[in-house]
């Protein structure tokens, strides 16, 4: 089946000079999807290149049921999935260990994105990734990719007045946690839409002795109101600015956002620092799934090499 034959042309390519630099930045993209918007899309081998990374988002009330279902769907059709493990929605041990034993057993899962999850008060027993991996069930279950969140601009569940010091302390347990683990671990991070803040957080992460991968996150293609929205939700931060300067600029208020100006920038940094730790883009396709894929295409992402290998 031809890749992409839904395409959507953009003004916002990275400029000539450029491309190269953000074709290479764009290889082994990821993408996320929740049920709802899995099903909205025949076949995903019409959109995205063979061996991207899916993540399977797990939003608070959806059955397990549906979501091992659209893993199993995604993986038939090619892709390496990633689940969501948000642990403020797990009751208890024996239900972490049903959910590991479902995507296991009916949809070949054998990789999760751990999270706190974006409940206020947790469900049962767990508040945070850590004690996810502290039962240890991932490891028995043999998963070979264990990811974790970051965030460049702070997190306001780990320190609500909106400091860094319980951000840091976490990341470094879970860079402890990297060194005794026989999973692959990467940092994937909130979205932001402002290069600099970003190029400072991953810097930080290098001087404090933090060398996982960082799996950068990035809003896809999206009306400005929507961003807006979702980043007010998620909490983004200083970026967010980006965000309010454009909403001021008439000419600018009506036409979708596109994230060619970041990327462009994160590119160009990590083609001068090859050692900058930012190893992949995990999309949020805030504006569709279809439309996000075809930016990336268009931007050089389709090469179909494959994500697995962080």
Known sequence: MALLNFRRKTDAKAPAGNAAQMEAFLQGYSIEVMPRTASKVEDF????PNGTRVYVAHIEGTPIEEMVATAKRINAEGYDVMPHFPARIIKDE??????????????????ALLLAGGVAEPHGAFDSSMQLLETGLFGKAGFKHLHVAGHPEGNRDIDPKGGMKNVEEALQWKQNFSETSDAKMALATQFAFEAGPIIKWVDSLAEAGIDLPVHIGIAGPAKLQTLIKFAIACGVGPSLKVLQ??????????LPYEPTEVLAELAAHKAANPDFNI????FFPLGGIKTNAAWATDNGGASGVPANNS
């Open 279 to 282: 190893e992949k883009v995990h």
């Open 245 to 254: 300067k454009r909403a001021l600029d008439v000419t600018k208020l009506l």
């Open 45 to 48: 081998r019409d959109i995205l």
């Open 94 to 111: 024996a239900t972490l260990a049903n959910w590991i034993a479902m995507y296991q057993g009916e949809a070949n899962v054998s990789q």
